[in-house]
């Protein structure tokens, strides 16, 4: 069956760090990809995507790469904020299907 | 993913109780997914429901658990005799151009 594995937490940075969680997936068709961000007692938010290989979804300076290759979806920040502590989740969404399937979450804690 | 409503936000019960879940997608969306996040845990699928149809249960679980979308209302999730296990935040979500939106939650415990 599908699945999403993301590195394991927790994730301890420094303001202005670099910030690499790893996320790899195995899927029976062609999914999107997706990050969503969590942080304590709210729901999801979505953070980026990407639809199809070698796509790069962005925003608030996070970026991942859709590689078939390696069936994977590193999520990248060159340098992070106490603001940006949060649990972060990867998920793949196979549109046939409709559901989405999600790795476990990385808890990001950024000390200032 | 502010056009997915659920209520209620916090819902407490004790063993035994029965839990009464809402959804409301996206307007104009008839389809739902449920999903549930037990404590330090991801999201796992539970049910897939169109207006009057069930597509895809393949996540709930066999026993005190039902799912039902009615023709007029919202979406319900609901689960009888609930069980300490039970404790955990569910969530909805409509589905849109290969993007799924979801709802704030139900954080349910029971004590």
């Known amino acids: 069956g599908d699945s999403v594995t993301q590195m394991e937490g927790p994730v301890t940075l420094s303001e202005e760090a670099f910030l690499t969680i790893n996320c790899t997936y195995t899927?029976?068709?062609?999914?999107?990809l997706f990050w969503y961000v969590q942080y304590p007692g709210e729901g999801l938010q979505l953070l980026l995507k990407a639809t199809k290989a070698d796509d790069k979804g962005s925003n608030k300076g996070f970026e991942a790469t859709y590689r078939k290759e390696t069936t994977s979806f590193h999520l990248e920040k060159g340098s992070v904020q106490v603001s940006d502590s949060a649990v972060y989740f990867c998920a793949l969404l196979l549109t046939n299907a409709g559901k989405s399937t999600f790795g476990d979450g990385t808890t990001l804690t950024v000390k200032p | 993913n502010a056009g997915v409503m659920q209520n209620p936000r916090h819902l407490v019960r004790r063993r035994g109780q029965e839990a009464r879940l809402r959804c409301s997608p996206m307007k104009g969306h008839s389809h739902v997914y449920w999903y549930r996040q037990l404590p330090e845990e991801g999201l796992k699928f539970m049910v897939y429901l169109q207006k009057e149809n069930i597509i895809d249960e393949s996540g709930m679980p066999k026993e005190r658990f039902s799912a039902e979308f009615p023709k007029e209302g919202p979406s319900i999730l609901r689960i009888q005799q609930v069980v300490r296990g039970d404790s955990a935040a569910y969530f909805c979500a409509s589905l849109t151009d290969n993007e799924q939106f979801f709802g704030p939650g139900t954080r349910l415990t029971v004590l």
């Open positions: 899927a029976t068709g062609y999914p999107s």
